[in-house]
């Protein structure tokens, strides 16, 4: 079963997740095995989603 990001009434800034995936790998010392691994990839399509929401809200903010 593949790991999915808790759904969420806001989205977290990308910057915010982007520091957690690196968190969590530093702690990991670089090899992502078992549930580090499991979390590394919820984190990374959160970070996914983040991304595209800033974009989206971005070209909002310049066609206004």
Do not use: C, F, H, Q
Not at 24 to 53: I, N
């Amino acid at each position: 079963m593949s790991p999915t990001p808790p759904a969420r009434a806001s989205v977290r800034p990308a910057d915010v997740v982007n520091e957690e995936i690196r968190a969590l790998v530093v702690r990991a010392g670089g090899w992502l095995y078992g549930p580090s691994r499991d979390r590394y990839e919820v984190l990374v399509a959160e970070w996914t989603v983040a991304v595209a929401t800033e974009r989206v809200r971005a070209d909002v903010v310049k066609a206004a």
